[in-house]
């Protein structure tokens, strides 16, 4: 038995004053060495009666209290409390009212405290009542009541006795429902387990599956879990000034194109494209390589390759491995399952392996975002298979696991690639577990997943804290237009390979560039162009302001009758326009971007940007409006001296959509500083390590 007397013996779990206590419960250092007695316990007031038989009682508490100890001793050798790590005091006793009220429980008045495991205070109160008869009505009144209560603690105290001796009979429902609690989770009634733990719930819509137990939950008709939950959100990173940051010098390009690829027509290419169901656009791209050889991996690697069952690569690695071992950002759209995760881990290691080799607290070099849990533990896993070969060290950050354990992980430093969801890995960065300034080379993974789940501004803030000189490969399964702008912003002169019919530019629109010396000039060359468009359909004019509308058609009115539209006129008015240039009571119109978006006119066969378009995404829009229902469709750009930084953009709309790109505009666009450093980089070819890379295989400093 465990005698040793805990090391504050009066914690009853409630507030008392020194005034109020008995000499006997005050602070060790004010007791005196007088035994403490039961008169200790009463006041003046208390009646001779109740005194005589506490004094009886007392004689009889401590007997009967020396045999619970021996009693107890031989059922409780190994029962040893454990305290809280804030308080090593016992759990307050708990106590009744009546005679024993004035006894804690567990207090001896030979031992003092005991452990209250060990000891089940007990009175005779049987003997009191044998003892002399009670001359006051109202003891007699208070003895039957203690004696009910008395009768009732005892009930509850053998009750919890039995509970703490079956504990390991629990039944396996009870043991899991306190498991989950012990976790953070807890079983309600609608059988759905619902997390608190701040530790698990940063990307809440993507981990049901795995905190889900699959007998209580429904499912959906794809068969994936349905779960009520609570969408939690998550502040996305603050913006840096990559100016004020001295980044380390970083290699790209690495491609040598193989001799066979080289002896490869462009008609051929073409073919083997044709044949892949493969669009490919963007300037100087790679050719596609047929088979493992071609990609100049090194022994290492295609070893593992071919250890795990690989034969031939498939349609978007034939592309995306040359390409992003060339040093280029990738527009990948290709269905799940398609092979695209090798398409990016495979370039990554070559990449990882020619930087500068991570120091203490430093890393990732390669950063792969995934939507949901269960794909970045795949990525995971694939890319831990084929970083074995040398010897880099992969981790995973995603909701659902503790963020201690991955801090942990993180924290060190030495991670060359991490692979996370973006509430998780925003997390990590927050709690400074790692960073992001030796990131060079950065994956999104069906970003149209995540943009679905909510996430875009995360996935922007992670792409901005990251050295904007970077290489970028976005691969999504489908590309709807918020994806192809975050695709624009976070890549550098992309190059854009597509499998099947997702994301194909519309071929059936004509893209053709004036190039004039100033808006002096345009005006001249409408009048000389617009009978020849007018024949072959309707003509629809964009002009950049509203005035600028009117003013024109008023000079078209003098020619030809017009029509104008712009966001000035009420609503009745521009459905009236609208409503005639449909059918043909009018062949031209002049508007601005105000008639862009969502105007469905067949009929239209022209359009003309007499001013250009704000931005790309508008200028996409504008042309649009001809090409539609399988109808073919030209669209002219008027374009200034002056103008040479949208020129880049057109340059690059051309390249997606494939189509030639006119000499005078790639010049005007190579005018622009920004334009021409990128375009320069892509120029480089083989960079300056010949292809190779420096240390190719090795790694700088790795031996």
Known sequence: ?????????????????????????????????????????????????????????????????????????????????????????????????????????????????????????????????????????????????????????????????????????????????????????????????????????SDEEVYATARAIDAQLEYDSDDNPVVEQKRKDIEPLPAVDHSQIEYPEIEKFFYEEHSDIAELSDERVKEIRRELDMHVSGADVAKPCISFAHFGFDEALLNVIIKHGYSEPTGIQKQAVPVAMSGRDIIGIAKTGSGKTAAFIWPMLIHIMDQEELQKGEGPIGLILAPTRELASQIYTEAKKFAKSYGLRVAAVYGGASKMDQFKELRPGGIEILVGTPGRLIDMVKMKATNFRRVSFLVLDEADRMFDLGFEPQVRSICDNIRPDRQTLLFSATFPKKVEILAREVTTEPVRISIGNVGQANADITQKIEILADDGYKWDWLMNHLVSFCVEGSVLIFVSRKDGVEELSRNLNQVNECGALHGDMMQAERDKVLRDFKNNKFPIMVATDVAARGLDIKAVKTVINYDVARDIDSHVHRIGRTGRAGEKGTAYTLITQKEDKFAGDLVRNLEASGQQVPDALMSLAMQNSRFRKSRNMIRRGRGRSGGRGRGYGRGRGRG
């Open 1 to 201: 038995m465990n005698s040793k007397k805990p090391s504050k013996p009066f914690g009853f779990g409630f507030a008392q004053s020194s005034a109020s206590k008995p000499k006997s419960l005050l602070d060790p250092e004010e007791q005196t060495h007088k035994k403490p007695t039961a008169l200790d316990y009463f006041s003046e007031e208390d009646s001779q009666p109740k005194k005589r038989k506490l004094i009886k009682l007392e004689d009889d508490l401590d007997e009967d209290l020396n045999k619970q100890d021996e009693a107890s001793s031989l059922s409780n050798v190994n029962e040893d409390y454990v305290g809280d790590l804030e308080d090593d005091r016992p759990p307050p006793p708990r106590t009744s009212t009546g005679i024993q009220g004035f006894v804690p429980q567990g207090f001896s008045f030979n031992k003092g405290f005991t452990n209250v495991h060990e000891v089940t205070s007990a009175t005779k109160l049987d003997d009191v009542q044998k003892d002399d008869e009670i001359d006051d009505p109202l003891d007699a009144f208070m003895l039957d009541i203690d004696n009910q209560v008395q009768k009732e603690s005892q009930n509850e105290s053998l009750q919890e006795k039995i509970r703490r001796d079956d504990i390991e009979d629990e039944d396996f429902v009870e043991s899991y429902v306190n498991h989950m609690k012990k976790k953070g989770i807890e079983v309600g009634k609608s059988q759905r387990p619902i997390e608190k733990d701040e530790n698990v719930n």
